[in-house]
């Protein structure tokens, strides 16, 4: 699968770790994943000393100048899936139209409400999943989200798994990740 991993946060933050966690794991995994970010970020700096593909763009200008570059990425490579890390990321993505071209997911780590100005709903309306990292933010989406008619929320749980989990997850791993040894801890 050919991802575009998308961040343009200029710090290093947890979202940051977990991107650069993400499009390690999934490159490792066999997937053709690629990175755009901040230049000179230390997410940027991190995926290239780890020999992850990245694109990147400047500190000034990083939603617009992001939106171009998306633009002629998407219209020269063969993306299947865009995965905006963070807002700023999904502005870039929503500009570029990314979403007319492939499948848009968010990632969504706060349970704050969705702004609903049209223009947060419009970007918000473009996504196809929200990538939630706990149950709170989950339920936060489904119960404020201005856009969830189109929005299917997928919720990853790192702790607590149950035993069914557990087992869903290892047949997950086995099939994204096929001959790599699969473990679940408790």
Known sequence: MRVLYVDLEREWRGGQ??????VKGLRTCGHDAHLLAVRDSPLARRAEAA???????GKRARRADAALLLHRLLSQQDYEVLHANEPHALTSAWLARAHKRLPLLISRRIGFPLQKNWVSQ????AVDRFVA?????AQSLRNRNPASGNARTTEQRAAALGRERKRILIRLRQRFCPGKRTAAFD
Do not use: K, M
Request: charged share 20%.
């Open 17 to 22: 770790s977990q991107a650069f966690l993400t």
């Open 51 to 57: 020999g992850v593909p990245l694109d990147a763009v």
């Open 122 to 125: 419009a970007r918000f309306r």
């Open 133 to 137: 990292n706990s149950q709170d933010v």
